[in-house]
């Protein structure tokens, strides 16, 4: 091994967690006496030595949470981190930004930079990259450390042992879909930029399963998947040209949904008449779009301050661990012109 030696690569050569080699360290009797003397032996060969700023941190409270999002340019991680950081304040907290850009590396080598001492906990939102390649180790390395993390709307499923802030994604895709379901759409399209990542796939699921409900539609479900932001129009435009019936679209972003308007409003349909159009999350793209959207609020701002409250409340209770959770935020259609039998009220989704 070249450089200073870490606990990592101390565990990755005996095939064994970080937390058994920081436990054998410590002649911890939760480690036999064999693996006690097989890491001893190890870190006398490499001439490992403890990190005495991290362990000096670790022993008391940074009261500084690390953040890693996936992209600062998104408004929905915008106002989450606005959330965060407005929560973390009101709680005496301070917080370091990381960005992982969507990226597996980048999200990996922001929680090594993050998990040196300086921070109390971890709040993040899994990168798409990370998603597609299913890759959870970094998270798990992490956690056996002794940074506790709140995952917070791209959760990964392999992480069972830490906190989680989500909507139900599949009831808020079902509600918006029988929404237009129930404003007599005869052909709805789903329109989705996320379908490789896990709330993507529950945002299609809620789709299907509205369709499927619903007796007296005629259609088959219709998936339209966009995996390139350069080819929202290209793609957008040939739905209408192959499908010039479409009267309902449900889109899983607002680019999507605001590209859709434009199209529309360019081949000359009436909206809401001919077609109703619903996006998702309430940003300055919905509001300003001609006609304004519909909506599938995420309360952006909320899931943010209550990942500051779990995470604060796990890192206060570090003693006395608790069961962990996953909390649900409220969803909400906020009901604009873009849609038929335009009301200015606002479908709370239960």
Partial sequence: MNGKVTLKQLANELNVSISTVSKALKNSYEINEETIKKVKALAKKYNYKPNKTALNLKNRQTKTIGVIIPNILNYFF??????IEQEAN??????????????????VDSLNLLCDGSVDGLILSVAKETQILQKSTHFKNAI????????????SNDISNCDKVIIDDVKAAYKAT?????????????ISSIDEIGIGKLRSKGYNDAISEYANYKNKPLLITIDNKNNYEKIITRLFKEHPDV??????????????????????????????IIGFSDN????????????????ALDIG????????????????????????????????????????ITYAVK
């Fill in 144 to 155: 056996e450390e002794g940074y506790p993390i709140v995952m917070f709307d791209r959760t």
């Fill in 90 to 107: 009101e709680l005496g907290y301070q917080i370091i930004i990381c960005l992982s850009n969507n990226q597996y590396k980048k999200e």
């Fill in 247 to 276: 009267d309902g679209i449900l889109a899983t972003d607002n680019v999507s949904a605001a590209t859709a308007l434009k199209i529309a409003n360019k081949n000359k349909y009436k909206i809401p008449r001919d077609i109703s």
């Fill in 78 to 83: 915008a106002k989450v981190l606005l959330g």
């Fill in 178 to 190: 029988k929404y237009l379901l129930e404003l007599n759409c005869k052909k709805i399209v789903l």
């Fill in 284 to 299: 300055k793209i919905s509001r300003l779009a001609t006609p304004p959207l519909t909506v599938v609020s995420q309360h």
């Fill in 305 to 344: 301050k209550n990942a500051v409250k779990t995470i604060v409340k796990r890192i206060e209770n570090n003693d006395a661990p608790l069961p962990y959770e996953t909390k649900m935020v409220d969803t909400e259609l906020t009901v604009r012109e873009s849609t038929k039998k335009y009301k200015s």
